[in-house]
């Protein structure tokens, strides 16, 4: 990294803009940055570190803007610096967050933090990014360092540095691993502290499992078995007690069969016992039984006698009950005719034979027959009225009709004159109303004029609007062109180093091409000679001519990309710079303001075009509306005129029709109640007529009934149909008799049947037994039995459990042995790396140890340059033991110590003078920034700064160090010296110096 030029802008103490050439400084190789305290010596510093990392270095950060408190209130705070990094040239343009007054009104506003970075190509300066994410990328990448990396290697902090001199083991720790990406190493311990307790979980947890089953051993056999407390004798422990669990479970075996063998014993006794008495308790039952059915026979016989009764009275019933039936239908008919004939009374024109004493007499079938021909003649009469009464059905229909009709002319005669009145006036008003209507469009259409030039301003309007918003989405579609762009030229780059690099190797290797294609006795095409004594050789793998033709190829596509990136993102710039001078400086907000008003002022107009087309449709709509009103007027008049004329002619046929109904009705209120009374009266002289003939069908039919049913109770052999019915039974009693009669002789032969029994006969004769004493007896040997039994059981599954537990014992122990030396081992380990292990003897943990391996390489680098600053007199050496300052066990790895030539004593840091710190430390930083350089991928250092620390040097000393300062010029390397020391002015001519003031800081260079 080189530094060319720095410009500041209301940074810092810097009031206006403040540039740094450092091209000019850097000529010399040494150049002195001075000026008074305050003045800004460390602000040049600070303005590179937030140039490139957004950051100021130290506690400087805690500042709210590094914005100078002296610039003008909207002046930004900005920094641009230019720069090379591994041969790439870079502008790097940052400004922080700062507040700003506002463009409008009072009080402030907060501008947010930007970046620019651009790159020299040789065809002038192309963006690279203006996103700070993608800019702290970029420059991390290119650079290699981070910041805390670049405060300690490029910007070397004398007082830090001698404060890391004589600092403590953990301090100094700090300040390494800030230099030094060692956390690997620290991730490494406390990965290993965790894996040891993971192993050692896994590993307790093994132990848990065997004394779990070790538990479940212990309660299987009870209380007497205490579990050994060593893993080692729980193998022999359990195989003990499983043993003589088997061996009583033996023993127990042999008792059981004893046992069972005399309970089946008393079980067969008792059940022979109760065979026995069951067989005296069945012979005693049948003899009882026996006797009790002998005193039943007279109830048997009666069963008898009763079923015969019933089956001499069964033919009998039915004739009995047909015969009931007639005189119910006997009944039925006189009632019906008794209830009929009343309705008929007071009928004019009926003979003296059908009055109700004549017709509700005995029946007799001469006087029946006369009464029903009497009846038929008075029905006839009615109906033949009836007939001549239809006819006139319809006058009556036609006369109701016309009156609706007329009541409904009437009632329009009334709706038309109303309307008519109504359409008259409608038409007076008329001709005000379209007065009113023709000014009204005429004032809307003078609105509606000017419609042609608000609408061309509306489009206008979105016409800029549109172009605002595309200035902010080609704004963004330049980024991604440009990032694209930078890809395509990185690439084509790539690929005309890759075809350069061919080409050379190629070139390089021409000889040995060359001779691969000589021939014996062919002479060569480069000396024409036939003699090839010595043909060079190429090394292997060297390029051919195919491989620079692939190359070719493809730096020709490559270089085709990039054209078409860089045509891309010229086009998307042209479209842009198109875009805002179309938005002519307007943002979103006020286009759309703009917009707005404009298509306001066009809705207005429309809305009055759009009432002047209203107004026209109304007026063209009145004129319709009066040539309707004017048609309608004359509808209703020559309706009126039909209506009156048709009422007039409706009255006088309804008067005609209603003379001749009333001479048609009689004394009847009108002809249809008339024709409904002779109908009802035809319908009850039938309906008696018809009850009449009933009554006598049914006298007829009983009397034959009766004779029929005499003669079958006479056969039967029964005095009387009363004794018929008490002889008869339904079919469910007569089966229930049967039943009866049949479970009795069923009854009584089984019971004899048993009493016969040759087995029931031999029981009787052997005494009974006694139940209660062979029942006790067989009762204690089932449970002495069942008792054995179960705890046999019981024993024969604790001795199986014991067995399955043994071998789950075995397992488990097998996998606790494992687990329980990964865990001694991961515990060594850890204990190892941490340094809190007896094998490490020094007490230093695995991250302490890497970065003493790091402070050795710096302490090696810094003696390079303490021999000569101090005359060969010091000399730093790493230690691990403790040092003063510690006050942990050791020094963790870290310690430094002064080895004085002159004395051949060691010496702590801390009893250093000031020159003597200051020498040392400076030797310090330079070693440190070798060290962390080459750390940091071997970034290369062309500008290097030192701060402070010389003035405690005296003349001697001073030149010693300077003339290693002018060392470190080689290479081209610039050296910029921060000192307020007078005698460095005279000494180094290239100067920058710094003159405060109350209006803030300026920069003068010279040399």
């Not at 095409?525 to 010595?534: E, R, Y």
């Not at 008490?726 to 009584?748: F, H, S, T, V, W």
């Not at 402070?855 to 810094?862: C, I, Y």
């Amino acid at each position: 990294m080189k530094l060319h030029r720095l410009t500041m802008q209301a940074f810092g103490p810097f009031a206006g803009t403040e540039t740094v050439d450092f091209d000019a400084l850097g000529e010399a190789g040494l150049f002195l940055i001075h000026g008074p305290t305050g003045a800004g010596k460390t602000s040049v510093l600070d303005a590179v570190c937030f140039a490139l990392y957004g950051k100021v270095p130290g506690a400087r950060e805690a500042a709210k803007s590094p914005r100078s408190n002296h610039a003008p209130p909207h002046l930004a705070p900005e920094v641009t610096c230019e720069l090379t990094i591994r041969g790439r040239r870079l502008s790097i343009t940052r400004s922080p967050q700062w507040e700003r007054p506002k463009k409008r009104g009072s009080g402030t506003t907060v501008e947010k933090p930007r970046i620019a970075v651009s790159e020299y190509t040789g065809q002038g300066w192309r963006g690279v990014t203006t996103r700070i994410d993608e800019a702290a990328q970029f420059i991390d990448e290119l650079l290699g360092l981070s910041r805390e990396q670049f405060c300690q290697i490029v910007l070397l902090p004398q007082g830090e540095f001698a404060r890391f001199l004589r600092a403590s083991a953990s301090e100094r720790r700090r300040a390494l691993e800030r230099l030094f990406a060692t956390e690997a190493f620290g991730d490494v311990e406390k990965w290993l502290a965790e894996h040891a307790r993971e192993l050692g979980r896994a590993a307790t947890a093994a132990e848990t499992a065997v004394r779990r089953v070790a538990d479940l051993i212990a309660d299987r056999c009870g209380a007497r078995a205490p579990v050994p407390e060593e893993p080692d004798d729980l193998v022999p422990w359990a195989a003990e007690l499983a043993g003589v669990t088997l061996g009583t479970a033996r023993d127990l075996e042999r008792i059981a069969a004893d046992r069972v063998r005399r309970r089946d014993e008393a079980r067969h006794a008792l059940e022979r016992a109760r065979e026995l008495a069951d067989l005296h308790h069945r012979h005693a039952d049948a003899q009882r039984r026996e006797g009790e059915l002998s005193q039943r026979g007279e109830w048997r016989s009666a069963l008898d006698a009763e079923l015969r009764a019933a089956e001499r009275a069964a033919p009998v019933i039915p004739l009995l009950d047909a015969l009931d039936q007639r005189r119910g239908q006997v009944r039925k008919a006189e009632l019906d005719l008794a209830q009929r004939v009343p309705l008929i009374e007071g009928l004019a024109g009926l003979p003296a034979a059908l009055s109700r004493d004549g017709l509700l007499a005995p029946a007799d079938p001469a006087s029946s027959t006369r009464a029903e021909t009497l009846l038929g003649a008075a029905e006839r009469d009615r109906r033949d009225e009836i007939a001549q009464l239809e006819h006139l059905r319809g006058n009556a229909g036609r006369l109701a009709g016309l009156r609706d009709s007329i009541a409904a002319d009437t009632a329009r005669i009334e709706r038309v004159e109303t309307e008519l009145g109504q359409v008259t006036a409608h038409l007076d008003r008329i001709p005000e109303r379209r007065t009113a209507l023709d000014q009204a469009l005429t004032k809307a259409r003078e609105r509606a004029l000017p419609r042609e030039s608000a609408s061309e301003a509306v489009r206008a309007a979105q016409a800029r609007l549109t172009a605002v918003l595309s200035c902010e989405r080609l704004a963004d579609e330049l980024d991604v062109a440009a990032r694209r762009r930078e890809a395509a030229v990185d690439a084509a780059q790539r690929s005309r180093d890759r075809l350069q690099e061919i080409r050379e190797r190629r070139i390089a290797g021409m000889a040995a091409e060359l001779a691969a294609g000589l021939v014996t006795g062919a002479p060569c095409p480069v000396c024409g000679s036939a003699d090839h004594p010595a043909p060079a050789s190429g090394e292997e793998g060297r390029p051919s001519r195919r491989d620079e033709e692939e190359a070719q190829r493809a730096f020709d596509t490559a270089a085709a990309e990039r054209v078409a990136a860089e045509s891309a993102a010229a086009s998307v710039a042209e479209r842009l710079a198109a875009a805002r001078s179309a938005a002519e400086g307007m943002d979103a907000a006020q286009a759309r303001e703009l917009v707005a008003r404009r298509e306001a002022a066009l809705a207005e107009i429309d809305g009055a075009a759009e009432e002047a087309r209203r107004l026209a449709d109304e007026l063209a709509a009145l004129d319709t509306e009066t040539e309707r009103a004017r048609v309608r007027e004359g509808e209703l008049g020559r309706e009126l005129a039909r209506l009156r004329e048709r009422v007039e002619v409706g009255e006088r046929d309804a008067a005609r029709l209603a003379a001749e109904l009333d001479a048609a009705r009689g004394d009847d209120p009108d002809l249809a109640a008339r024709i409904s009374r002779l109908s009802d009266e035809a319908g009850l002289l039938e309906s008696v007529s018809r009850a009449l003939r009933a009554r006598l069908v049914a006298v007829e039919e009983l009397t034959a009934a009766e004779q029929e049913a005499r003669a079958a109770v006479a056969a039967a052999g029964f005095d009387d149909a009363g004794e018929v019915r008490a002889a008869a039974r339904d079919a469910a009693r007569k089966r229930d008799l049967a039943e009866r009669a049949r479970a009795y002789d069923d009854e009584l032969a089984a019971v004899r049947s048993v009493l016969a029994d040759p087995a029931l006969v031999a029981a009787r004769r052997l005494p009974p037994p006694d139940l209660a004493a062979l029942g006790a007896a067989a009762e204690a040997a089932e449970e002495a039995a069942r008792y054995t039994l179960a705890w046999h059981d019981r024993l024969e599954e604790r001795a199986a459990r014991l067995a399955d537990l043994r071998a789950e014992l075995d397992a488990e122990l097998d996998r606790s042995r494992p687990a329980r030396h990964r865990h001694a081992v991961a515990e060594r380990l850890s204990r190892l790396a941490s340094g809190t292990s007896g094998d490490n003897r020094e007490h230093v943990p695995l991250s302490s140890y890497v970065l003493a391996a790091r402070l050795e390489q710096v302490v090696a680098a810094a003696n390079d340059r303490l021999h000569r600053m101090s005359d060969a007199r010091y000399e730093l050496r790493h230690t691990v033991d403790k040092v003063a300052g510690d006050r942990s066990r050791s020094g963790g790895g870290l310690g430094l110590l002064v080895i004085d030539a002159w004395t051949g004593q060691e010496r702590d840091p801390s009893t250093l003078s000031g020159g003597e710190t200051f020498i040392t430390s400076l030797a310090l930083a330079l070693g440190l920034a070798d060290v962390a350089g080459a750390e940091a991928g071997g970034a290369e250092i062309g500008t290097l700064f030192i701060d402070e620390g010389f003035g405690t040097l005296d003349e001697e000393t001073l030149e010693e160090v300077l003339e290693v300062l002018d060392h470190l010029r080689d290479g081209g390397r610039a050296v910029g010296v921060v000192s307020h020391v007078a005698d460095l002015r005279t000494r180094i001519t290239s100067q920058l110096r710094l003159v405060k003031s109350s209006s803030g800081s300026r920069i003068a260079q010279s040399g």
